[in-house]
């Protein structure tokens, strides 16, 4: 038997309906706040993310799925959606114009990270970019979206966690003062002895223990930026708090990309005990220039779909449809219930019947099975009558209802 590859899953019913309720939650969500869908292509030219993501980090440095295509042009599976759609918008020109273009996109990534629980190799995300506006009031905006969208599918327990990395100018200064406090320091492990001469910002998210006690006593952007910066981030923080939102100020919060400035925060859920990353974004001004691109001031976010599900409670988005069995004995009883079946659908209602001509007893385990709130049976006499029985499961209670009134009223119930 073929097996799926390590550390891609698929994904099956019914938990498949809590990913579809996900998606629609934020899909209303993203529609109130002027966002309008894009769907991208999974593959993109390596150079893409070479240059967006930065070279030096972990998922350019190792985790890429990178392979040469049949004319040997290096083609990349994508590991993030932010670099695509930025490339997209200038491709496109849909930059163009006054204001704030507003988009979001749903889809699997790719990243050769070691699968533990609640990761994988592919994993899905929902994402939001809005390019044009580099107000402050805009980052408020994205994180308020962010916010509406978990509150609306119950995850309350969570933390927002927010910091701002200042511009180039402000980095220039912080990264100075950083690789002169890393440049004494003994104990780094391997790749943040490489990264402090190249890129120390990347030292402040290496997850190795030992490399984060060494940074307890390492200076703090927020002690460099300059004064533009900081009165954009202190009225981010400002209109955050005119909303009520309790935010935390992380200041080595840097997220593991190498395109932020500004704004970056990341929402944790705490629920059970947990304390996951379901969702990060920050601001990345200086990527549309990075591509080749005019200035164009961006702000973004993206929810870990896999890790969100995991915290969600497990009843939600399940439903409790509304679905109808057509139990019938006998050829002439099952050929009327296969015209009242699509007669059913057509009126939408969910309905399903017994195409193998089973006993009564195993038609009503299938119907359990199915899911019903009601089930029609239906033999020759009721055929003579003009009358089925209507069981509703859950009570057992029974009715007798004309055959010629069955749909409306099935159909009537439904809408209830
Ligand atoms: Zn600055
Ligand atoms: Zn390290």
């Not at 390596?46 to 967006?52: D, P, V």
């Not at 927002?160 to 990264?175: A, D, T």
Request: aromatic residues 8%; proline residues 4%.
């Amino acid at each position: 038997m073929i097996k799926a590859i390590r550390g891609m899953r698929d994904l099956l019913p019914p938990e498949t309906s809590r990913w579809q309720w996900v998606e629609q939650v934020a899909r209303e969500v993203f529609g109130l706040y002027g966002y309008r869908e894009i769907r991208l292509p999974l593959l993109e030219r390596t150079e893409l993310f070479a240059r967006s993501i930065g070279a030096d980090t972990d998922i350019v440095g190792k985790e890429m799925y990178s392979f040469p295509d049949r004319k040997g042009d290096s083609l990349t599976l994508r590991p993030e959606a932010t670099a695509s759609v930025l490339r997209a918008v200038l491709e496109k020109g849909l930059d163009k114009g006054a204001g704030v273009k507003k988009l979001y996109t749903l889809g699997p990534m790719f990243r050769y990270e070691r699968p533990q629980k609640g990761r994988y190799r592919q994993f899905y995300q929902i994402n939001c970019e809005a390019f044009g506006v580099d107000a402050p009031e805009l980052d408020a905006e994205v994180i308020l979206l962010l916010l509406d969208i978990l509150a609306r599918l119950k995850l309350s327990e969570t933390r927002l966690l927010i910091n701002s990395l200042g511009c180039p100018e402000c980095q220039v200064k912080f990264k100075a003062a950083l690789g002169l406090f890393l440049i004494s320091r003994e104990g780094l492990c391997e790749d943040c002895q490489r990264r402090r001469e190249t890129n120390p910002l990347r030292v402040l998210d290496c997850k190795s223990v030992h490399c984060k006690e060494i940074l307890k006593d390492a200076p703090v952007i927020r002690d460099y930026l300059c004064p533009d910066c900081a009165a954009h981030f202190a009225r981010v923080l400002a209109l955050l708090k005119h909303f009520g939102v309790a935010y935390e100020e992380q200041p080595r919060l840097v997220r593991g990309l190498d395109y932020y400035s500004r704004t970056a925060f990341e929402v944790v859920a705490t629920g059970l005990g947990a304390q996951d990353a379901v969702a990060g974004g920050g601001r990345y001004n200086g990527l549309s220039q990075e591509l080749g691109g005019p200035i164009l001031p961006a702000i973004g976010f993206a929810i870990g779909e896999d890790r969100l599900l995991e915290v969600l409670p497990r009843d939600l988005g399940q439903g409790n449809e509304f679905k109808v069995f057509l139990a019938a004995l006998g050829e002439p009883a099952r050929d009327k219930a296969f015209g009242l079946l699509q007669e059913l659908r057509r009126c939408n209602v969910a309905a399903e019947m017994d195409l193998e001509g089973r006993s009564l007893k195993a038609q009503m385990t299938l119907a359990d099975r199915f899911g019903a709130l009601y089930t029609v049976i239906l033999g020759d006499r009721e055929l003579e009558t003009g009358e089925a029985m209507v069981r509703r499961m859950a009570e057992g209670s029974q009715e007798r209802v004309a055959l010629q009134d069955l749909t409306t009223l099935l159909a009537a119930r439904a809408r209830e």
